[in-house]
Protein backbone atom coordinates (compact mmCIF):
# COMPACT_ATOMS: atom_id res chain seq x y z
CA UNK A 1 0.00 0.00 0.00
CA UNK A 2 1.05 3.09 -0.77
CA UNK A 3 2.67 6.35 1.82
CA UNK A 4 1.13 8.68 -0.22
CA UNK A 5 -2.28 9.62 1.69
CA UNK A 6 -3.88 10.93 -1.30
CA UNK A 7 -2.87 7.58 -3.01
CA UNK A 8 -5.05 5.79 -0.30
CA UNK A 9 -7.80 8.27 0.35
CA UNK A 10 -8.20 10.29 -3.05
CA UNK A 11 -12.20 11.37 -1.99
CA UNK A 12 -10.93 12.73 0.70
CA UNK A 13 -10.30 16.32 0.76
CA UNK A 14 -7.66 18.47 2.06
CA UNK A 15 -5.40 15.20 3.02
CA UNK A 16 -2.31 16.19 3.65
CA UNK A 17 -3.78 18.56 6.26
CA UNK A 18 -6.10 16.23 7.53
CA UNK A 19 -3.11 13.70 7.74
CA UNK A 20 -1.02 15.89 9.85
CA UNK A 21 -3.60 16.86 12.10
CA UNK A 22 -3.46 16.61 16.05
CA UNK A 23 -7.07 16.23 16.15
CA UNK A 24 -8.73 12.87 15.33
CA UNK A 25 -10.34 12.74 12.12
CA UNK A 26 -12.91 10.01 10.78
CA UNK A 27 -16.10 9.02 8.36
CA UNK A 28 -18.61 6.46 9.23
CA UNK A 29 -20.80 5.57 6.38
CA UNK A 30 -23.28 2.40 6.82
CA UNK A 31 -21.92 2.45 10.53
CA UNK A 32 -18.35 1.14 9.20
CA UNK A 33 -14.97 3.13 8.89
CA UNK A 34 -14.56 4.56 5.33
CA UNK A 35 -11.42 6.90 6.53
CA UNK A 36 -9.94 7.51 10.01
CA UNK A 37 -6.43 9.71 10.14
CA UNK A 38 -3.38 8.52 11.85
CA UNK A 39 -4.04 10.37 14.94
CA UNK A 40 -7.67 8.97 15.36
CA UNK A 41 -6.89 5.58 15.11
CA UNK A 42 -3.63 6.05 17.13
CA UNK A 43 -6.09 7.17 20.03
CA UNK A 44 -7.33 3.42 20.12
CA UNK A 45 -3.48 1.67 19.19
CA UNK A 46 -4.38 0.87 15.95
CA UNK A 47 -3.11 2.08 12.71
CA UNK A 48 -5.65 3.66 9.80
CA UNK A 49 -5.68 0.59 7.79
CA UNK A 50 -7.11 -1.63 10.43
CA UNK A 51 -10.00 0.69 11.15
CA UNK A 52 -11.15 1.24 7.08
CA UNK A 53 -14.27 -1.32 6.41
CA UNK A 54 -15.13 -2.51 9.73
CA UNK A 55 -18.02 -2.00 11.76
CA UNK A 56 -17.81 0.90 14.59
CA UNK A 57 -19.04 -1.72 17.37
CA UNK A 58 -15.50 -3.41 17.48
CA UNK A 59 -14.26 -0.84 18.72
CA UNK A 60 -16.60 -0.02 21.28
CA UNK A 61 -16.74 -0.65 24.70
CA UNK A 62 -20.08 -3.72 24.46
CA UNK A 63 -21.65 -1.51 27.25
CA UNK A 64 -21.55 1.59 25.28
CA UNK A 65 -22.25 -0.26 21.48
CA UNK A 66 -26.05 1.00 21.81
CA UNK A 67 -25.21 4.69 22.53
CA UNK A 68 -22.83 4.90 20.08
CA UNK A 69 -24.92 3.66 17.15
CA UNK A 70 -28.09 5.59 18.22
CA UNK A 71 -26.46 8.47 18.37
CA UNK A 72 -25.01 7.77 14.63
CA UNK A 73 -28.81 7.07 13.31
CA UNK A 74 -29.87 10.32 14.53
CA UNK A 75 -27.08 12.36 13.13
CA UNK A 76 -27.64 10.25 9.86
CA UNK A 77 -31.71 11.16 10.26
CA UNK A 78 -30.81 15.08 10.85
CA UNK A 79 -32.30 14.76 13.89
CA UNK A 80 -30.17 16.64 14.90
CA UNK A 81 -27.08 16.54 12.17
CA UNK A 82 -24.65 17.67 14.40
CA UNK A 83 -23.57 16.29 18.03
CA UNK A 84 -21.10 16.31 20.99
CA UNK A 85 -20.91 13.43 22.77
CA UNK A 86 -17.78 11.31 24.92
CA UNK A 87 -17.35 7.95 23.28
CA UNK A 88 -16.30 5.03 25.47
CA UNK A 89 -13.30 3.20 23.25
CA UNK A 90 -12.17 -0.21 23.60
CA UNK A 91 -8.62 0.28 22.88
CA UNK A 92 -6.60 -2.45 21.28
CA UNK A 93 -5.35 -3.77 24.95
CA UNK A 94 -8.95 -3.49 25.64
CA UNK A 95 -9.10 -0.41 28.42
CA UNK A 96 -11.50 2.13 27.94
CA UNK A 97 -10.77 5.13 26.08
CA UNK A 98 -12.77 8.61 26.50
CA UNK A 99 -12.96 10.30 23.39
CA UNK A 100 -14.95 13.59 22.92
CA UNK A 101 -16.61 13.25 19.59
CA UNK A 102 -18.33 15.93 17.65
CA UNK A 103 -19.49 14.21 14.43
CA UNK A 104 -21.91 15.78 11.32
CA UNK A 105 -23.65 14.04 8.52
CA UNK A 106 -21.80 14.81 5.39
CA UNK A 107 -22.02 13.60 1.55
CA UNK A 108 -19.47 11.40 0.74
CA UNK A 109 -19.35 8.92 -2.77
CA UNK A 110 -22.78 10.78 -3.19
CA UNK A 111 -24.66 8.98 0.06
CA UNK A 112 -24.76 10.36 3.65
CA UNK A 113 -22.10 9.33 5.87
CA UNK A 114 -20.93 10.90 9.40
CA UNK A 115 -17.59 13.04 9.36
CA UNK A 116 -16.21 13.95 12.88
CA UNK A 117 -13.40 14.56 15.02
CA UNK A 118 -12.46 12.88 18.09
CA UNK A 119 -9.99 13.76 20.83
CA UNK A 120 -8.41 11.78 23.66
CA UNK A 121 -10.27 13.46 26.62
CA UNK A 122 -9.49 10.05 29.34
CA UNK A 123 -7.38 12.21 31.73
CA UNK A 124 -9.54 15.78 31.35
CA UNK A 125 -12.52 13.72 32.39
CA UNK A 126 -11.16 11.38 34.70
CA UNK A 127 -9.49 14.82 36.67
CA UNK A 128 -13.10 16.51 36.21
CA UNK A 129 -14.90 13.73 37.92
CA UNK A 130 -12.56 13.68 40.81
CA UNK A 131 -12.50 17.74 40.94
CA UNK A 132 -16.66 17.21 41.06
CA UNK A 133 -16.66 14.62 43.65
CA UNK A 134 -13.72 17.25 45.64
CA UNK A 135 -16.13 19.95 45.80
CA UNK A 136 -19.12 17.80 46.47
CA UNK A 137 -17.37 17.07 50.09
CA UNK A 138 -15.96 20.16 50.24
CA UNK A 139 -19.93 21.45 50.26
CA UNK A 140 -20.66 18.00 52.73
CA UNK A 141 -17.97 19.83 55.02
CA UNK A 142 -18.65 22.78 54.38
CA UNK A 143 -22.75 22.06 55.59
CA UNK A 144 -21.53 19.88 58.34
CA UNK A 145 -19.14 22.61 59.80
CA UNK A 146 -21.78 25.07 59.61
CA UNK A 147 -24.63 22.78 61.19
CA UNK A 148 -21.58 22.29 64.08
CA UNK A 149 -20.81 25.35 64.55
CA UNK A 150 -24.45 26.52 64.79
CA UNK A 151 -25.07 24.01 67.45
CA UNK A 152 -22.51 24.70 69.25
CA UNK A 153 -23.29 28.23 69.40
CA UNK A 154 -26.55 27.87 70.40
CA UNK A 155 -25.03 25.68 73.26
CA UNK A 156 -22.72 28.19 74.50
CA UNK A 157 -25.28 30.82 74.58
CA UNK A 158 -27.49 29.02 76.52
CA UNK A 159 -24.64 28.47 78.92
CA UNK A 160 -23.47 31.68 78.81
CA UNK A 161 -26.50 33.43 79.31
CA UNK A 162 -27.90 30.81 81.84
CA UNK A 163 -24.78 29.50 84.13
CA UNK A 164 -22.09 32.84 84.07
CA UNK A 165 -25.38 35.11 83.67
CA UNK A 166 -27.13 33.43 86.45
CA UNK A 167 -23.89 33.62 88.84
CA UNK A 168 -23.31 36.97 88.34
CA UNK A 169 -26.68 37.77 89.27
CA UNK A 170 -26.28 36.01 92.71
CA UNK A 171 -22.85 38.13 93.10
CA UNK A 172 -24.69 41.29 92.07
CA UNK A 173 -27.54 40.78 94.77
CA UNK A 174 -24.79 39.54 97.30
CA UNK A 175 -22.61 42.28 97.02
CA UNK A 176 -26.29 45.09 96.78
CA UNK A 177 -26.42 43.31 100.41
CA UNK A 178 -23.14 43.97 101.09
CA UNK A 179 -23.54 47.50 100.16
CA UNK A 180 -26.28 48.26 102.65
CA UNK A 181 -24.18 46.93 105.68
CA UNK A 182 -20.89 47.93 104.93
CA UNK A 183 -19.84 51.44 106.98
CA UNK A 184 -17.61 54.25 105.85
CA UNK A 185 -17.24 55.98 102.74
CA UNK A 186 -14.10 54.16 101.45
CA UNK A 187 -15.68 50.83 101.83
CA UNK A 188 -19.21 52.02 100.34
CA UNK A 189 -17.36 53.41 97.55
CA UNK A 190 -15.26 50.46 96.69
CA UNK A 191 -18.41 48.27 96.99
CA UNK A 192 -21.02 50.81 94.50
CA UNK A 193 -17.99 50.45 92.33
CA UNK A 194 -17.78 46.60 92.66
CA UNK A 195 -21.65 46.53 91.89
CA UNK A 196 -21.56 48.74 89.06
CA UNK A 197 -18.25 46.51 87.74
CA UNK A 198 -20.91 43.50 88.29
CA UNK A 199 -23.61 45.12 86.38
CA UNK A 200 -21.56 45.87 83.09
CA UNK A 201 -20.51 42.61 83.20
CA UNK A 202 -23.84 41.15 82.77
CA UNK A 203 -24.64 43.18 79.87
CA UNK A 204 -21.60 42.02 78.49
CA UNK A 205 -22.46 38.76 79.28
CA UNK A 206 -26.04 39.01 77.64
CA UNK A 207 -24.54 41.04 74.90
CA UNK A 208 -22.31 38.04 74.08
CA UNK A 209 -25.01 35.58 74.14
CA UNK A 210 -26.85 37.62 71.73
CA UNK A 211 -23.80 37.73 69.51
CA UNK A 212 -23.70 33.76 69.37
CA UNK A 213 -26.75 33.20 69.51
CA UNK A 214 -29.95 35.97 68.92
CA UNK A 215 -32.59 34.79 70.72
CA UNK A 216 -35.15 36.36 68.41
CA UNK A 217 -34.16 33.45 66.03
CA UNK A 218 -35.20 30.60 68.23
CA UNK A 219 -38.72 32.29 69.72
CA UNK A 220 -39.57 35.27 67.98
CA UNK A 221 -39.26 36.00 64.41
CA UNK A 222 -35.83 37.01 61.74
CA UNK A 223 -37.11 40.53 61.64
CA UNK A 224 -37.20 40.88 65.21
CA UNK A 225 -33.24 39.82 64.80
CA UNK A 226 -32.38 42.00 62.49
CA UNK A 227 -34.34 45.01 63.87
CA UNK A 228 -32.17 44.39 66.86
CA UNK A 229 -29.09 44.60 65.57
CA UNK A 230 -29.47 47.35 63.49
CA UNK A 231 -30.13 49.64 66.62
CA UNK A 232 -27.00 48.08 68.13
CA UNK A 233 -25.30 48.77 65.30
CA UNK A 234 -26.13 51.95 64.75
CA UNK A 235 -25.26 52.99 68.83
CA UNK A 236 -22.15 51.07 68.38
CA UNK A 237 -20.55 52.69 64.69
CA UNK A 238 -22.38 55.81 64.48
CA UNK A 239 -23.92 54.46 61.08
CA UNK A 240 -27.16 55.22 60.48
CA UNK A 241 -29.70 52.79 59.16
CA UNK A 242 -33.42 52.46 57.82
CA UNK A 243 -35.31 48.87 57.54
CA UNK A 244 -38.29 48.04 55.11
CA UNK A 245 -39.78 44.70 56.04
CA UNK A 246 -43.23 45.18 54.93
CA UNK A 247 -44.87 41.85 54.36
CA UNK A 248 -41.99 40.10 55.89
CA UNK A 249 -41.87 41.78 59.02
CA UNK A 250 -43.93 38.62 60.76
CA UNK A 251 -42.55 36.07 58.57
CA UNK A 252 -41.25 32.69 60.39
CA UNK A 253 -38.74 30.95 58.36
CA UNK A 254 -37.18 27.28 58.94
CA UNK A 255 -34.32 27.78 62.22
CA UNK A 256 -31.73 26.31 59.47
CA UNK A 257 -33.21 29.21 57.05
CA UNK A 258 -33.47 31.50 59.45
CA UNK A 259 -30.01 31.26 60.99
CA UNK A 260 -28.32 31.02 57.94
CA UNK A 261 -29.79 34.22 56.44
CA UNK A 262 -29.03 36.22 59.99
CA UNK A 263 -25.37 34.97 59.74
CA UNK A 264 -25.08 36.49 56.20
CA UNK A 265 -27.05 39.08 57.57
CA UNK A 266 -24.03 39.64 60.34
CA UNK A 267 -21.26 39.05 58.02
CA UNK A 268 -22.55 41.86 56.28
CA UNK A 269 -23.44 44.20 58.42
CA UNK A 270 -19.91 43.21 59.88
CA UNK A 271 -18.15 44.36 56.38
CA UNK A 272 -19.99 47.86 56.60
CA UNK A 273 -18.55 48.57 59.89
CA UNK A 274 -14.96 47.38 59.30
CA UNK A 275 -14.23 48.29 55.30
CA UNK A 276 -16.96 51.33 53.72
CA UNK A 277 -16.97 54.44 55.27
CA UNK A 278 -20.51 54.59 54.99
CA UNK A 279 -22.56 57.58 56.76
CA UNK A 280 -25.98 54.72 56.58
CA UNK A 281 -26.89 51.47 55.72
CA UNK A 282 -30.80 50.24 54.08
CA UNK A 283 -31.88 47.16 54.55
CA UNK A 284 -35.04 45.45 52.79
CA UNK A 285 -36.98 42.66 53.31
CA UNK A 286 -39.27 41.69 51.49
CA UNK A 287 -41.78 38.84 49.52
CA UNK A 288 -41.11 37.87 45.90
CA UNK A 289 -43.46 35.00 44.91
CA UNK A 290 -42.09 32.26 46.98
CA UNK A 291 -39.09 33.51 47.72
CA UNK A 292 -37.81 35.97 50.50
CA UNK A 293 -35.64 38.44 49.15
CA UNK A 294 -32.58 40.45 51.59
CA UNK A 295 -31.44 43.56 50.09
CA UNK A 296 -28.67 45.66 52.24
CA UNK A 297 -27.25 48.69 50.74
CA UNK A 298 -24.43 51.33 52.11
CA UNK A 299 -23.33 54.71 50.52
CA UNK A 300 -19.62 54.17 51.70
CA UNK A 301 -16.21 53.35 49.43
CA UNK A 302 -17.65 50.38 47.66
CA UNK A 303 -14.73 48.07 46.25
CA UNK A 304 -13.49 46.52 43.03
CA UNK A 305 -15.65 43.25 42.98
CA UNK A 306 -13.67 41.34 40.55
CA UNK A 307 -10.42 42.09 42.12
CA UNK A 308 -11.77 41.08 45.60
CA UNK A 309 -13.74 38.22 45.34
CA UNK A 310 -11.65 35.50 44.83
CA UNK A 311 -10.06 36.25 47.95
CA UNK A 312 -12.48 37.31 50.38
CA UNK A 313 -13.18 34.53 52.40
CA UNK A 314 -15.99 36.36 54.10
CA UNK A 315 -17.55 36.83 50.54
CA UNK A 316 -16.84 32.76 49.82
CA UNK A 317 -18.49 32.20 53.10
CA UNK A 318 -21.90 34.08 52.77
CA UNK A 319 -22.55 32.64 49.31
CA UNK A 320 -21.97 28.76 50.49
CA UNK A 321 -24.61 29.21 53.37
CA UNK A 322 -26.76 30.84 50.25
CA UNK A 323 -26.06 27.56 48.28
CA UNK A 324 -26.72 25.19 51.48
CA UNK A 325 -30.54 27.07 51.70
CA UNK A 326 -30.84 26.73 47.98
CA UNK A 327 -30.54 30.53 47.71
CA UNK A 328 -28.79 32.71 45.61
CA UNK A 329 -26.47 35.88 46.53
CA UNK A 330 -25.64 38.67 44.38
CA UNK A 331 -23.23 41.34 45.24
CA UNK A 332 -22.70 44.64 43.31
CA UNK A 333 -20.07 46.91 44.18
CA UNK A 334 -17.40 49.25 42.41
CA UNK A 335 -14.90 51.99 43.81
CA UNK A 336 -17.03 54.67 45.50
CA UNK A 337 -20.46 53.89 44.87
CA UNK A 338 -20.80 52.17 47.92
CA UNK A 339 -22.07 48.22 48.20
CA UNK A 340 -25.12 46.00 47.76
CA UNK A 341 -26.01 42.68 48.55
CA UNK A 342 -28.94 40.99 48.14
CA UNK A 343 -29.73 37.50 49.25
CA UNK A 344 -32.99 35.53 47.50
CA UNK A 345 -33.89 32.40 49.16
CA UNK A 346 -37.24 29.82 48.50
CA UNK A 347 -39.68 29.79 51.42
CA UNK A 348 -40.29 26.10 51.39
Known amino acids: MSDDPAARYP ?92 GTRTIYKGRYAMAGIGIEATDRIHNEEELRRSREQLQQLTAYTTAKLEDQRRLFARDVHDELGGMLTALKMD ?56 EAFTRRSGIAHALEAGGASTLRLSPKKAAAIYRIFHEALTNVARHSNARAVHVALSLAADHFVFDLRDDGCGFDLCATHNRSLGLLHMRERAREIGGALRIEASPGAGTRLVLTAPLL
Open 11 to 102: DIPYQAIIEQSLAGIYVLQDECFCYANITFAGIAGYRPEELIGRHVSEFVQPDFVDTVLQSYRRRLAGNPASERFVSHARHKDGRTVLIEIH
Open 175 to 230: VTRVMRRVEGDELQEMTRGLLTLTQQTIAAVKRISEELRPSALDHLELPVAITRDL
